[in-house]
């Protein structure tokens, strides 16, 4: 049981710091979403969106936390 209840404790903090970088992000004035080399097509009843820049940034954020979070262990 302790082995669950420190995987939910660092799955909490991990929440939180995902949170916190959203929050930053938002107020900061960078618009996830709407990066350059985002591919958004729009016809007349039709729009596909391919948030590829976006997905990159999100990546790297994550592996440098989870990189951050192995050393620390």
Known sequence: MK???N???EMGILL???GIIIIVIGKSGIKL???PGDIIIKKENF???FPI???LVISAVLN???ILIRRLK
Do not use: D
């Open 3 to 5: 082995i669950i209840g």
């Open 7 to 9: 995987i939910f404790i």
């Open 16 to 18: 939180i710091v995902i």
């Open 33 to 35: 979403g709407h990066l």
């Open 47 to 49: 729009v596909f969106y």
């Open 53 to 55: 820049t976006t997905m």
């Open 64 to 66: 440098i936390i989870f």
